[in-house]
């Protein structure tokens, strides 16, 4: 999704479990485009940078651009929904990306994640890369951006991490039914072209959510932090559904809001007194956990 404001995947989901041992490593594969697109005439320019392809599917424009060393998937604007260091794939490119790992040091490494929403699948890759134990588990609403996300991103195809192509609100709310406190960490940064899905706006998608969340778990959500209708119902749903329990962070010099809902376990209050894991996992992970931790502020 966009890094300014919001845009990404509306979603889809899949399924894994945490038992795999394989590590993988950031690479990029020498990979053709995804079957049935188009690859583009490689001097091609957009955006600033080289058009390295262009297709469409039933949702619109898929495009990969490569621009100073860092490869983006865009979906026909300028807006990056995913973007990759050709130079240091392991790192995540994106701040508001790296953001919405804040609530790490409060909950400890996952050992089962939902990602709503795959674009470039830098989230994905990252779990899989500094969590061993865990489990990954991605709802990607567009085929398309899934095949990118192998084909130009390095999104590894391990036993650890599952996608499944479907309507994430959809998809959530019927395993909320059959596997409530499922997941430990659910990341969610779904958007397209035109900004938030709505689905996912909605009480049915925050309240579903709510129930997959393990009680010493969090979700964390990009939140379109420059439309302020869409914020507010944002940050009003999530305290409908995680009363108390309601975090914001604003991500320095952009216009995301990353909206945290804790698990019913995990105490607010503790905030402060995680500043020891923050600096662990800051030392482990190279993610600027301590600043995002004294950051991050209760929605009231």
């Known amino acids: 999704m966009p890094q300014h404001a919001a845009r990404k995947t509306r ?43 262009h ?51 409060l909950i400890g490494d996952p ?33 398309g951006v899934v095949e990118i996300a192998h084909a130009y991103f390095g999104l590894p195809r391990v036993e650890r991490l599952s996608v499944h192509v479907a309507d994430a609100c ?28 709505a689905s996912v706006n909605a009480l049915d998608f925050f309240a579903g959510c709510a129930t997959l969340l393990h009680p010493e778990g969090a979700l964390s959500m990009n939140l379109w932090g420059t439309h302020a209708v869409a914020l507010k119902q944002s940050t009003n749903l999530l305290k409908q559904c995680f009363p108390g329990r309601a975090l914001r962070l ?4 952009r216009g995301n809001v990353i909206g945290v809902g804790l698990g019913e376990a995990v105490d607010p209050a503790n905030v402060r007194r995680a500043t020891p894991k923050a600096r662990e996992l800051q030392f482990r992970t190279g993610l600027e956990m301590p600043y995002f931790l004294r950051n991050l502020r209760p929605i009231v």
Not at 130 to 140: I, L, Y
Request: charged share 20%; proline share 8%; with cysteine.
């Open 250 to 253: 604003a991500v320095p010099n």
């Open 11 to 53: 979603s889809a989901a899949g399924r894994t479990r945490g038992d795999g041992t394989h590590q993988t490593r950031s690479c990029l594969p020498p990979t053709p485009p995804p079957t049935g697109k188009s690859q583009t005439n490689p001097t091609m320019q957009r955006y600033g940078g080289e058009l390295i392809y």
């Open 111 to 143: 050992r089962r994640a939902l990602l709503v929403g795959l674009g470039g699948g830098s989230l994905a890759k990252f779990l899989l890369e500094q969590f061993p134990d865990c489990g990954v588990e991605a709802v990607e609403r567009r085929a």
């Open 170 to 197: 959809q998809w959530v709310e019927t395993l909320s039914r059959q596997a409530p406190q499922a997941f430990d960490l659910i990341l969610v940064d779904a958007y397209d072209h035109l900004g938030m899905d």
């Open 55 to 105: 297709g469409r599917d039933e949702d619109g424009v898929l495009e990969v651009v490569d621009t100073y060393g860092v490869r983006a998937l865009h979906f026909g604007t300028s807006p990056r929904q995913s973007a990759l260091s050709l130079n240091d794939p392991g790192r995540l490119e994106l701040a508001y990306v790296r953001a919405m790992l804040s609530p790490l040091p």
